[in-house]
């Protein structure tokens, strides 16, 4: 059974910072795509960063990009989301996800297979 737990998130004020992390079990991911999306009430999902299975390649949503920084550690099982300079916009839960067909970065939703049960980031003005 694949698990995937995200934890990190808080209420914060704008400009603080927080770091995701997501932590899998039950498979090795080590070869396999991952990514960070969110929602906002109201909104759709929508994916932050995405990365491939060595990190050496990402991708980010334009309105956090130089703000955001998405990694991971194979060896470890573990995904991060470290975000500096938060706004209220980036108010919503934060879910980790993984694409076990795939080893490049993967930005569509329906391609992620397993997800985690969220985190809540709460950002105040």
């Known amino acids: 059974q694949v698990r995937l737990v995200e934890s990190g998130g808080g209420l914060v004020q704008a400009g603080d910072s927080l770091r995701l992390s997501c932590a899998a079990s039950g498979r090795t991911f080590v070869s396999f795509a991952m990514g960070w999306f969110r929602q906002a009430p109201g909104k759709e999902r929508e994916i932050v960063a995405a990365i491939n299975w060595d990190g050496g390649k990402t991708y980010y949503l334009d309105s956090v990009k130089d703000r955001f920084t998405i990694s991971r550690d194979n060896a470890k099982n573990m995904m991060y989301l470290q975000m500096n300079s938060l706004k209220p916009e980036d108010t919503a839960v934060y879910y980790c996800?993984?694409?076990?067909?795939?080893?490049?970065?993967?930005?569509?939703?329906?391609?992620?297979?397993?997800w985690g049960q969220g985190t809540q980031v709460t950002v105040s003005s």
């Open positions: 996800a993984v694409d076990p067909d795939s080893d490049r970065v993967v930005r569509l939703a329906t391609a992620y297979d397993y």
